[in-house]
Nanobody, 115 residues
Framework: QVRLVESGGGVVQAGGSLRLSCAASGSIFTITAMGWYRQAPGKQRELVASITSGGRTNYAGSVKGRFTISRDNGKKTVYLQMDSLKPEDTAVYYC?????????WGQGTQVTVSP
């Protein structure tokens, strides 16, 4: 059984920063590529960043240069450092495998960026 718990969201002004964390349970974490996803109101969930078990990263064009994904396999945690936030980054942020497993979706963490 794998459980993913996201935290670190909040309300921030445009240009500000937040750091999201995703704590995982289960033994597969260290061999699994992980991703951060987001879903804005009225929009489909989208992948914003991913990281392989070896640390190779990939980013959506809309966040490249502003967001940084990282992982600590010893702590079974994946992070998303978000800098230079924009109002269009407002969404619920989730972590999951990349590609995602439906049964792994957690509650997510809300990020709200005010103008």
């Amino acid at each position: 059984q794998v459980r993913l718990v996201e935290s670190g969201g909040g309300v921030v002004q445009a240009g500000g920063s937040l750091r999201l964390s995703c704590a995982a349970s289960g033994s597969i974490f260290t061999i699994t590529a992980m991703g951060w996803y987001r879903q804005a109101p009225g929009k489909q969930r989208e992948l914003v960043a991913s990281i392989t078990s070896g640390g190779r990263t990939n980013y959506a064009g809309s966040v490249k240069g502003r967001f940084t994904i990282s992982r600590d396999n010893g702590k079974k945690t994946v992070y998303l450092q978000m800098d230079s936030l924009k109002p269009e980054d407002t969404a619920v942020y989730y972590c999951n495998r990349e590609p995602p497993y439906e049964s792994f979706w957690g509650q997510g963490t809300q990020v709200t960026v005010s103008p």
